[in-house]
């Protein structure tokens, strides 16, 4: 039988540990969130860059609440860059992963893992087509007649794009990620 003491101890380490890893996985959102990389060559302005890669690990290793926090901390910087993309690439990646982690946590498996990240890529292309509809007039000279038209052409494949790129980082990095994230003494998952 443990004294409550060590079971102090054990929840201290495990907050502790926790904290750490939540602050490790915000640097480095956020660092990839400032690599821009142009993927789509019909709108070379629309950039992509690898942050949600680290906000999916973290939501699936974490759940949906740790992962959003990541995301949104690690996006809060970029507001007083972009204040119209950044709150966009918040609520994009939110969508991503908070469905992502939902269903993962429910099916711990690789087949979770995958219809949990194809559901919160869905839901990300969804709103990042809805959001440019409503933000982007707001600062460029497009109305939303002509951010519409360009929802087919451009808008859509980028983000389906920009999200397999995630789904498939996702998958790859999923099983080593996990194995070095398991608390001590859980075995993998």
Same mark, same amino acid.
């Given at each position: 039988?443990?004294?409550?003491?060590?079971?102090?101890?054990?929840?201290? #380490?495990?907050?502790?540990?926790?904290?750490? &890893?939540?602050?490790?996985?915000?640097?480095? *959102?956020?660092? &990839? $969130?400032?690599?821009?990389?142009?993927?789509?060559?019909?709108? /070379?302005?629309?950039?992509?860059? /690898? $942050?949600?890669?680290?906000?999916?690990?973290?939501?699936?290793?974490?759940?949906?609440? =740790?992962? %959003?926090?990541?995301?949104?901390?690690?996006?809060?910087?970029?507001?007083? =860059?972009?204040?119209? !993309? %950044?709150? @966009?690439? @918040?609520? *994009?990646?939110?969508? +991503?992963?908070? /469905?992502?982690? =939902?269903?993962?946590?429910? #099916?711990?498996?690789?087949? !979770?893992?995958?219809?949990?990240?194809?559901?919160?890529?869905?839901?990300?292309?969804?709103? $990042?087509?809805? +959001?440019?509809?409503?933000?982007?007039? +707001?600062?460029?000279?497009?109305?939303?007649?002509?951010? %519409?038209?360009?929802?087919? /052409?451009? =808008?859509?494949?980028?983000?389906?794009?920009?999200?397999?790129?995630?789904?498939?980082? !996702?998958?790859? &990095?999923?099983?080593?990620?996990?194995?070095?994230?398991?608390?001590? !003494? $859980?075995?993998?998952?």
């Amino acid at each position: 039988m443990s004294s409550p003491t060590r079971a102090t101890e054990r929840t201290s #380490h495990v907050n502790t540990r926790k904290i750490a &890893l939540t602050a490790l996985f915000t640097a480095a *959102s956020l660092i &990839l $969130s400032f690599i821009q990389i142009p993927i789509f060559p019909a709108a /070379p302005w629309l950039m992509y860059d /690898p $942050s949600g890669i680290v906000c999916l690990i973290a939501a699936l290793a974490f759940g949906p609440k =740790l992962g %959003a926090a990541v995301a949104i901390i690690s996006w809060l910087p970029r507001v007083f =860059l972009d204040p119209f !993309g %950044a709150p @966009m690439g @918040m609520v *994009s990646t939110c969508a +991503l992963i908070i /469905p992502a982690a =939902l269903i993962y946590a429910r #099916h711990r498996t690789r087949a !979770g893992s995958i219809a949990g990240m194809v559901a919160g890529a869905v839901l990300s292309v969804i709103v $990042s087509c809805a +959001l440019n509809l409503v933000v982007t007039p +707001l600062y460029t000279a497009v109305t939303m007649a002509d951010v %519409a038209a360009m929802i087919l /052409p451009i =808008l859509l494949p980028f983000n389906a794009l920009k999200m397999v790129i995630n789904v498939v980082a !996702g998958q790859v &990095l999923l099983a080593p990620c996990m194995a070095v994230l398991a608390p001590e !003494g $859980s075995g993998s998952r």
